[in-house]
């Protein structure tokens, strides 16, 4: 019985990877993550230039998760060359961008490859940021364009992460398959709002973050499981996952790897050793070999 798994041609040894934002900023925090039961990490998304993020408040707890509006801070993709040499050296890297247009993709990509990423993984769904995310990565004929110019200009394996803020999911996910991507990361955080009743106002400075965490799990599954019945290329579940059953509710909707996000900020890397643990005892007691044999299940 084994834990590995393939997305496409990536193999990775364990089937959780860290989620993109949450402890990869840096080439150490990498590394921990990477020797700590996750299969890969992705970095936090990376743009053209350096980016400040906005001012706080950008993260609050809610019942049931978190909202955020980081505002995409980063060093920039030529400063971040160091952090990725530090993280290629531990493991598998996918290298997280973020762009306005396909050109700028194309940039950001073959500077990550360059750089030893194993993949890269296009941000077209973050919910909030003007110009960038979502705002671009709900028309499917600019997420086909962004998809088909940065695959014909890498080697490595091009990862499309969607918003699960539309209603042309399914559209966007052929739109990616066709272009020639290679997986499919869903999802993104939910476009979300909190209200301080004191102040009588939004409470992040940026009033529109992205929902996290449990209460966005079944929506997740619910989007891989949509997903799964218009492409045939990988996908990567994320959202909400902080145990086995959490896993493997994305495994069974047809996700072949998953990605671990919220719950590194609420129980700490072990997250990644205790979902390996019980996920391999549920497969011993219930007779799967292999993650493979679990991909997709709940559609049967
Ligand atoms: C940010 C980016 C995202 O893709 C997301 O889902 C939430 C927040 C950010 O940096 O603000």
Known sequence: MTLDTCVGNLKLETPGMGASGIMDETGKSMARMLSSGAGAAVTKSIGLQPNLGHKNPTFTEVKGGFVNA??????????????????????????????????????????????????????????????????????????GDIVSAVKSSLTIPVWAKLTPNTHILKELAVAVQDAGGDAIVAINTLKAMVISPEFGRPFLSNKFGGLSGPAVRSVGV???????????????????????????????????????????????????????????????????????????????
């Open 70 to 143: 980081m505002g995409l801070p980063n060093p920039g993709i030529e400063l971040f060359k160091e952090e990725m040499e530090a993280a290629v050296s531990a493991g598998k890297v996918i290298g997280s961008i973020y762009g306005a247009t396909a050109d700028d993709f194309v940039i950001l990509a073959g500077k990550m490859e360059d750089y030893g990423a194993a993949a890269v993984e296009l941000n077209l769904s973050c919910p909030h940021a003007k110009g960038y995310g979502m705002e671009i990565g709900v028309d499917a004929e600019l997420v």
């Open 222 to 300: 619910r989007a891989v499981y949509d997903i799964r019945t218009v492409v045939d290329i990988p996908i990567v579940g994320v959202g909400g996952i902080s145990d086995w059953r959490d896993a493997t509710q994305y495994i069974m909707a047809g996700a072949c790897a998953f990605q671990v996000g919220s719950a590194i900020a609420a129980k700490g890397l072990k997250v990644f050793e205790s979902i390996n643990r019980d996920l391999e005892e549920f497969m011993r007691d219930f007779g799967y070999g292999a993650i493979k044999d679990m991909v997709g299940v709940a559609h049967e």
